[in-house]
């Protein structure tokens, strides 16, 4: 997933454990920070990277912590984190003033937000289709990355036709849990927060790229994974699953095919599963 591998401690096992470890790693003041920066940069030196992400994975620890909401083990939220961490100390450039925290931040929600959307949104199958359409529109309905206000929230659910409390309880499972801008505690050794690294609001044109080619990569992923199925399946799964309004229900597909709405269910829950595999196949 990058081109560099680093000896970095993993998440596998026990969670706890790897948490006190990635905790002992000292911080690096600024100095450090930009003369390791510029050793990887100048002559390609490992180790100075490898000191750049050790540094910085308690960072990882606590944005990983923002998406436990989407009921997906961490230590697996951690190691995409981990990519993308190691993707922001490629891509670092110490001249420019920025602390690497802040850089690096936009990498590893990236890494997670791609996680979540392979594991959740193909194959979540216990949700009602109110809360699929609700997933699917949500975000694009959003006029920006605030909580919604209770006017906005109700306008939201008045367009997609259900309650208020839905449209509260799915923004909760796209955003993940909050964290606390200000680190717990007075040791620095052991406090993080994110108000250690807001970063300016204006797309970089790393992170246009970053996007485009995770969509890229996205869509290619559920292509092959579509094709995969057979034509049946593949019909069944793209009516339930992959048009943004007026998903086709059991009983309408079981109709179209002659076959009862629980054989509809049956090939359904079969072909997501199929599906699941081809994809996590090829993000190995």
């Not at 560099?4 to 470890?21: D, K, N």
Request: charged fraction near 25%.
């Amino acid at each position: 997933m990058t081109s560099f591998a680093l000896p970095v401690p993993s998440a596998v096992g026990s969670l706890e454990s790897y948490v006190q470890t990635v905790n002992r790693f000292p911080l690096l003041t600024q100095e450090q920070e930009t003369e390791y920066a510029r050793r990887f940069r100048r002559d390609g030196d490992l180790e100075a990277a490898r000191q750049l992400v050790v540094s910085h994975l308690r960072v990882v620890v606590a944005i990983s912590r923002g998406y436990l909401g989407y009921g997906l083990p961490q230590a697996d939220l951690i190691q995409e984190g981990n990519i993308g961490l190691m993707k922001a100390v490629k891509r670092f450039d110490p001249e420019r003033g920025v602390r690497l925290v802040s850089f690096a931040v936009h990498w590893i929600r990236a890494e997670i937000h791609e996680h979540v959307l392979r594991n959740w949104r193909i194959v979540k199958v216990a949700t009602t289709k109110a809360q699929r359409k609700l997933f699917f529109n949500l975000r694009s309905l959003k006029q920006s990355f605030h909580s919604l206000g209770t006017d906005e929230v109700k306008a939201i659910a008045k367009q997609l036709g259900v309650k208020p409390d839905e449209v509260a309880e799915m923004e909760t499972r796209l955003s993940g849990q909050d964290v606390s801008l200000q680190p717990a505690g007075d040791d620095e050794e052991e406090a993080f927060g994110p108000i250690s690294y807001l970063v300016a609001e204006n797309a970089e044109p790393g992170r246009i790229l970053e996007h485009e080619e995770t969509a890229r990569l996205r869509s290619a992923g559920l292509g092959n994974a579509l094709q995969s199925l057979d034509a049946r399946s593949r019909r069944i799964v793209e009516a339930r699953w992959l048009v943004e309004k007026d998903s086709a229900t059991l009983h309408d597909l079981a109709a179209e095919f002659g076959i009862s709405a629980e054989r509809v269910r049956q090939i359904e829950v079969k072909a997501l599963a199929k599906m699941k595999g081809v994809i996590s196949r090829q993000s190995v």
